[in-house]
C-alpha cells in the first residue's frame, strides 16, 4: 500500500468524507487511480467506483464556461476588454454594464460572492413535476425572469473584489446570448465530444444513476445560509438525498441545472483527459492560446494570482510549484495542474454528503498534495 492509502482510509474514518476518487497523471499518460470509500451513505450505502461520476461544483468554472469564453474569444466573437453590458442588455442602465469579460473571468469585477436568486420576490417557481427523482421541477426561467435575474445581479456590488459564483453566471448567459446555444450544448458540442470527455455533461442521463456521488441530503446548507438574505419560509427546498442533480441551488432552482458557476458532472478520467491536453499545451480543440490564459498569471488582487479560470499557487497547492493552476469545488472537488513539474492531481469527494461541513477539507488538501507528489516523483 502506498502512504496515501492510510491517509485516505484515516481522513475517512474521521469524517472529513465518505470516499473519493484520486488521479494522479502527468502530460503522457495516467500514474495513479483509486476509489476509496463510498459513494453514498445513505439513504443506501453504495462503494466507490473510478468510474463515479461526480457533482463537480465550481470545476464547472475553468472545465466549461471559461474555456468556452475563451473559445469564443480566439474565435473573435469577444475581446477581454468586450463590456458586458453590450452583451447582456438587462445590464444596461445598471451600476455593472461597463465591467468587462476580463473583470468576470478574474473575480475582478467587485460583484458579491454570493446571492439565493431564487429568491428574488417576483420570481415564481412553480411546480412543474420530478426532476429527476424529487417532486418539484425548477423552473428554467422563461425571458422575463431571466431578465429580471440579471438585472438583479447588474446592481449589485461588494467593497472588495472577491471570488464570485455572480460572475460565471453571467459568464454562462453571456455563452448563451452569442451563440444561441444553453452552455450545455455549447460547451459538449466545442470541448467535451471532441476530447472523448464522454462521461461530462451538465443534467446527466439517468441511465448512470448507478454511478453518481451522492451530496447534501436536501439544501439544508443552503437554506440556512439564505436566510442572511431573505427568509422564504414558504421556498421549497429539497429535503431528499441529492444524486444525479447539482446541489448549487442558483444553477437548480433558476436555470434548470445549466449554469456557468456549476452544474457540470464528471469522472477523474474525463477531468484528466482535460487536464492534460494543458500540460500538453494545447491541441486543436483548445488552442495554445487558450491554454496560456488558462495556465499562467493574469493578475493579481489583495495577493491572490489568478489566471482566466484558475487560481495561481493558491494555498493548498502543498509542495506543487508556484506555477501551479489550482480550482476546488464545494462539493468536496479540487484539481490541480502543475506545468513545470508535468503533474496535474484530481480528488473527487462527497465532503457534502451527507451534510455540509464548511471548508473541511482546507486543512488537509495541501497534505493531499504531498502524498500525491510522493507517488509521482
Known sequence: MYKIDYFIEEKIKEGYFPGCVILIGNREDNIFHKAYGFSELTPTKREMRKDDIFDIASLTKPIATATSILILLDSRLIRLDTQVGSLLTELKGTINEGKTIFELLTHTSFFPAWYPLYLISNIDYRSVGA????????????????????????????????????????????????????????????????????????????????????????????????????????????????????????????????????GLFSTACDIATFARILLQGGNKVIKPAI??????????????????????????????????????????????IDPEKDIFIIFLSNAVHPDVRPNILRPIRPQIVNHCLKIAM
Request: aromatic share 12%; net charge positive; hydrophobic share 35%.
Open 291 to 336: 491554454v496560456n490564459f488558462l495556465l499562467k498569471e493574469q493578475v493579481e488582487v489583495l495577493g491572490e494570482k489568478r489566471s482566466l479560470g484558475f487560481l495561481i499557487e493558491g494555498s493548498g497547492c502543498g509542495r506543487l510549484s508556484q506555477k501551479t493552476a489550482l480550482h476546488t469545488g464545494f462539493t468536496g472537488c479540487a484539481l490541480w
Open 131 to 262: 426532476y429527476p427523482q424529487h417532486s418539484r421541477r425548477p423552473l428554467h426561467p422563461d425571458s422575463k425572469y431571466e431578465k429580471e435575474i440579471i438585472q438583479f445581479i447588474g446592481n449589485m456590488k461588494a467593497e472588495s473584489p472577491v471570488y464570485s459564483c455572480l460572475d460565471y453566471i453571467l459568464l454562462g448567459k453571456i455563452v448563451e446570448r452569442i451563440t444561441g446555444k444553453a452552455l450545455k450544448e455549447f460547451s459538449e458540442r466545442n470541448i467535451f465530444k471532441p476530447l472523448k470527455m464522454i462521461d461530462t455533461s451538465f443534467c446527466p442521463p439517468q441511465k448512470f444513476k448507478m454511478r453518481f456521488v451522492a451530496t447534501e441530503v436536501g439544501n439544508k446548507h443552503e437554506k440556512e445560509l439564505s436566510k442572511k438574505y431573505k427568509d422564504e419560509p414558504s421556498f421549497k427546498w429539497r429535503e431528499k438525498s441529492i444524486v444525479g442533480e447539482v446541489h448549487d441551488g442558483n444553477s437548480f432552482y433558476c436555470f434548470k441545472g445549466i449554469s456557468g458557476n456549476a
